[in-house]
DNA sequence: CTTTGGATCGTCT
DNA sequence: GACGATCCAAAGG
């Protein structure tokens, strides 16, 4: 066995980091890939079974959309970073950059399947009663997690912040669910929402049959 | 199960 | 001054 290289958190049993490459392209193809990896955080690790594609300065739907701001800057960051906005006044959430610096390209996380540090995931979300309600949403995910806007730049892939993804070798589903975005007002028609089938912590909003 | 309305404040018009 | 890439409790079926 070759010892994966060391990153800024301690990793899963069986679980190696990702390259930074793997993100170097279209947040569409992106979205997909990061379907079924892990989200570590100490001790509290999440499957991704729900995800976001959003295309920068192209799309109406994109907080990039009309151009770099203090507030997205990191969306034009290089991939491998993470993305923290606060929204509705209370609740952070999290996306992952992909694509070309400068290009804006992120994907939203939508919701997880509780791997690991479940026990703080719940003292963290005292609201939820199921262990589904614990990271099925955008906010919720991030609260589950510790993520607030302190992580705004994070580096995914290096975890020096304290938060990395994983790959425990599981695969993408060969036929995710693909459905359209949910809260937004522009950009509707794309079908750009995508998450694992048939797993109970997908957000329970607009699903599409 | 579904629907509805309130909470709450940073960001950009 | 309006509007969110949301969540939750309450009320109705």
Redesign the pocket.
């Known amino acids: 066995m070759t010892p994966s290289r060391s990153i800024g958190v301690t990793l899963p049993e069986g679980a190696a980091p990702i390259i930074r490459a793997s993100l170097a392209a279209d947040s569409l193809p992106v979205a997909r890939w990061l379907l079924n990896k892990l989200v570590v955080r100490g001790s509290r690790v999440g499957r991704i079974v729900e995800v976001?594609a959003?295309r920068g300065e192209n799309d109406p739907?994109?907080?990039?959309y009309?151009g770099e701001?203090?507030?997205?800057a990191t969306?034009f960051g290089p991939p491998g970073l993470l993305?923290v906005?606060?929204?509705?006044?209370?609740?952070w959430?999290a996306?992952v950059v992909c694509g070309d610096e400068g290009n804006a390209r992120?994907v939203?996380l939508?919701a997880l399947a509780p791997v690991a540090g479940l026990a703080e995931m719940q003292a963290a979300?005292p609201?939820?009663r199921r262990e589904r309600?614990l990271c099925n949403?955008?906010?919720?995910?991030c609260?589950a997690l510790g993520v607030r806007g302190t992580l705004d730049g994070a580096d995914l892939v290096t975890g020096d912040s304290g938060i990395a993804l994983a790959d425990d070798g599981v695969l993408p589903p060969r036929r995710p669910g693909i459905g359209p975005?949910?809260?937004?007002?522009a950009g509707v028609d794309l079908a750009w929402r995508f998450w694992v089938p048939g797993d109970p912590n997908v957000?329970?909003?607009p699903r599409v049959r």
């Open positions: 976001e959003y739907a994109s907080h990039a009309r701001t203090p507030r997205n969306m993305y906005y606060f929204t509705y006044g209370m609740y959430c996306n992120a939203l939508r979300r609201t939820a309600d949403g955008p906010a919720k995910l609260q975005r949910v809260g937004i007002s957000s329970t909003t």
